[in-house]
């Protein structure tokens, strides 16, 4: 795309004039805001109620996608405005010929304001435009999502399988030494290397399919929502949504090849779908890929789909709906799915851990709750969490515990009553997850401040309860391991 000199001079004119995520949203207000998360430009174009000045230009040209004058555009782009993998000039007339997007995100030294770069979005205002077959989509709600399930740790080294825009490698750069960024398509290729140079980051953007640029390298971290679309192999397909794999092929490929690109302790973290087939449940036919790895495994399955539903999504968002391929594409992309045995898709989000275990942990869950984002830290907990709770009866009985800060209690029962019917343990970060227990397993959780071990207050629980510890014991042990596990409970010293 562009020089990194010019680059980093288009980077300060954007910022000068006031083209910055906090810039543009004061401008546009949130309605202008909410309509372009619409796609559509009409309550931004009242907000800049027709003024001229070098944002409202950069606004018009780069998010309304409007035509500008030719000088104005100039005149705040400088000599970036000579690129045309930037601007489109005709004559007196201008028009950006991709989008550069404000976005701010999170590092440790605080907040970046950036941009990100991509194709223009070719459905906005109504518009039945059908993207290019090497479209690149800029910001998407799934890439907001796995930037938030991403785990945050400082590593070596990263990548971003699948780049695109190139804004999780930006986030991987906030936590990561070295990021290496592939994809299959060119033009996402460079789109991710200009995201990179506006924002002043180094990335190594390497061109070539999943794990084929990267044959001989090994990460701490590898993040991607890969082209999982399941569509029919005839067709035109749209390289930023569709692999050549036959249904959830890609992603049995993402799965099975990454442990020999994970450093001992590393991960993987998908965002995707599977089909789910009528002769298997899903969890066996995920397990069929993962259990080979011989890693750790998380996955939540965070919606179901039928396959008409999947089929009528992806139609839209290939621009075909009330076009006369509509109707037959339709036929065609049912037909594949009978002739494959799909029933359902499922979506959601895939973790490995190369932990390295003799026998490693593999959780599947249904999970269509809500969760509290970031999910981050959630993910990183699980490794040591899963290690405490697997520790020997030994081991945990002399363990201390503490309760998790973000953990509360709530008693449901009659008023007057002198038991409550139940008894909740629930978790307000991560995946916030809920926990029914007794009176026994609740008198244990809520006795654990860290200062007397596992052991001793189950003892002071059986005799208050007037029961045998050793009996205790044994019905305890189990759940305590479920809640160590979930993070309710924390290991101070002993595991």
């Excluded at 020089?3 to 995520?21: K, N, Q, S, W």
């Excluded at 996955?299 to 290939?318: K, M, S």
Aim: glycine share 8%.
């Amino acid at each position: 795309m562009l020089d990194p000199d010019l680059a980093r001079d288009l980077a300060d004119r954007l910022r000068d004039a006031g083209y910055t995520y906090d810039g543009v949203a004061a401008r546009l207000g949130p309605e202008g805001l909410d309509g372009l998360a619409r796609n559509s430009t009409v309550p931004s174009e009242a907000a800049l109620h027709g003024a001229r000045d070098p944002q409202a230009t950069l606004i018009r040209a780069f998010a309304l996608q409007q035509v500008v004058e030719a000088d104005a555009l100039k005149a705040v782009l400088g000599p970036a405005a000579d690129a045309p993998e930037l601007v489109e000039l005709d004559g007196a007339r201008a028009r950006a010929a991709v989008e550069l997007r404000p976005y701010d995100f999170e590092h440790a030294g605080g907040t970046h304001s950036g941009w990100l770069a991509s194709d223009l979005t070719p459905t906005l205002d109504g518009r039945l435009a059908r993207p290019r077959a090497d479209f690149v989509l800029g910001l998407s709600p799934a890439s907001i999502t796995l930037a938030q399930l991403t785990m945050r740790m400082p590593v070596d080294r990263a990548l971003d399988l699948g780049a695109g825009c190139g804004v999780q490698a930006l986030h991987l750069a906030t936590h990561a030494a070295h990021v290496v960024a592939t994809d299959l398509n060119p033009r996402a290729c460079a789109m991710s290397q200009l995201t990179a140079a506006l924002n002043d980051v180094q990335v190594d953007v390497r061109q070539g399919s999943l794990y084929e640029p990267v044959d001989a390298d090994t990460f701490d971290l590898i993040v991607t929502n890969p082209p999982y679309v399941m569509s029919p192999p005839t067709g035109r397909r749209l390289v930023y949504r569709e692999g050549d794999h036959t249904a959830d092929g890609l992603m049995r490929a993402v799965v099975t090849g990454a442990p020999t690109h994970l450093n001992p302790g590393g991960a993987l973290q998908v965002l995707g779908n599977w089909a789910i087939t009528a002769d298997q449940p899903w969890q066996d036919r995920l397990a069929d890929w993962i259990a080979p790895t011989g890693c750790d495994a998380m996955v939540l399955q965070r919606e179901r789909l039928d396959p008409y539903e999947y089929i009528e999504l992806w139609l839209a968002d290939a621009g075909l709906t009330g076009t006369p391929e509509y109707a037959p594409r339709y036929a065609e992309w049912a037909a594949y799915f009978t002739q494959l045995g799909i029933v359902g898709v499922g979506m959601g989000w895939l973790t490995l851990y190369h932990e390295q275990r003799d026998d490693p942990s593999l959780t599947f869950e249904e999970w269509p709750h809500q969760v509290h984002q970031p999910v981050g830290p959630a993910f990183a907990a699980h490794p040591a969490a899963l290690t405490a709770a697997r520790q020997p009866d030994a081991a945990l009985l002399a363990a201390t515990l503490v309760v998790a800060d973000d953990v509360t209690q709530e008693t449901l029962g009659r008023p007057g009553a002198a038991e409550p019917d139940h008894i909740v343990l629930r978790r307000s970060t991560g995946f916030g997850r809920a926990a029914e227990v007794d009176t026994g397993l609740a008198a244990v959780v809520g006795a654990c401040d860290g200062d007397l071990p596992v052991g001793v207050l189950i003892g002071a629980v059986a005799d208050l309860l007037d029961v045998d510890a050793d009996a205790l014991i044994p019905d305890l042990l189990p759940r305590l391991r479920r809640l160590i596990e979930q993070g309710y409970l924390v290991p101070t010293v002993g595991l």
